[in-house]
Nanobody, 120 residues
Framework: EVQLVESGGDLVQAGGSLRLSCAAS????????IAWFRQAPGKEREGVSC????????YYADSVKGRFTISSDNAKNTVYLQMNSLKPEDTAIYYC?????????????WGRGTLVTVSS
């Protein structure tokens, strides 16, 4: 079964750090892109970051650039999102998604999310 599972969500105070993990099973994603999305209460889902295996490029939303870092460990079939200098507005359910490339039309497999809560 092809599956992505997020983990690492927690309650953290503003200014703190957290690392999320996205673990793949049923396939290896050496040739796949993995993206992170988030959805805050009452807001639309938004793209946060993506790592493309085709060219190795990484992408970040302006709201997280300089604070978040995406990385991958192919041996573990896992992608990470390191989140530093967290703000209350980062509070959301975070999802990972995988596919051929970073544009959302290529992202075929989605996880069920992990909750990040940043207190003020």
């Amino acid at each position: 079964e092809v599956q992505l599972v997020e983990s690492g969500g927690d309650l953290v105070q503003a200014g703190g750090s957290l690392r999320l993990s996205c673990a793949a099973s049923g396939f290896t994603f050496d040739d796949y892109a993995i993206a992170w999305f988030r959805q805050a209460p009452g807001k639309e889902r938004e793209g946060v970051s993506c790592i493309s295996r085709s060219d190795g490029h990484t992408y970040y939303a302006d709201s997280v650039k300089g604070r978040f870092t995406i990385s991958s460990d192919n041996a573990k079939n896992t992608v990470y999102l390191q989140m530093n200098s967290l703000k209350p507005e980062d509070t959301a359910i975070y999802y990972c998604a995988g596919g051929e490339d970073c544009p959302i039309r290529y992202l075929e497999v989605w996880g069920r999310g992990t909750l990040v809560t940043v207190s003020s």
